[in-house]
Nanobody
């Protein structure tokens, strides 16, 4: 397993949670390392992306201003800090990475080659 997501849990609306993606066992240098989420019965959707070289970020409109993606290069770990969580944020959150993804494809889940197993985030109202 090259990517390992952790840190999910059950929180109340308005609370915060930080989830992590451990990429220390990867055997490639990622171009992008990103978070997606998938709620029951829904398609996998883009949440946030981080460009490994340079650290630039991008967010889905639905989380912009509430979520922050960051990294610890020494730990080979990417984080997703989620503030002001709402019930509609409830989903399995998955980290994904790819060594050759082009900029214009960073929001497309089917363009990522490597996926972690996901961590459940549940927000109660």
């Amino acid at each position: 397993v090259q990517l390992q997501a952790s840190g999910g849990g059950l929180v109340q609306a308005g609370e915060s949670l930080r989830i992590s993606c451990d990429a220390s066992r990867r055997t490639f240098l990622p171009r992008f390392l990103s978070w997606f989420r998938q709620a029951p019965g829904k398609e996998r959707e883009f949440v946030a992306a981080l460009k490994w070289n340079g650290g630039s970020t991008a967010y889905a409109d639905s989380v912009k201003g509430r979520f922050t993606i960051s990294r610890d290069i020494a730990k080979n770990t990417v984080y997703l800090q989620m503030n002001s969580l709402q019930p509609e944020d409830t989903a399995v959150y998955l980290c994904a990475a790819d060594p050759s993804l082009i900029e214009s494809s960073k929001r497309s889940p089917n363009r990522y080659r490597y996926w972690g197993q996901g961590t459940q985030v549940t927000v109660s109202s």
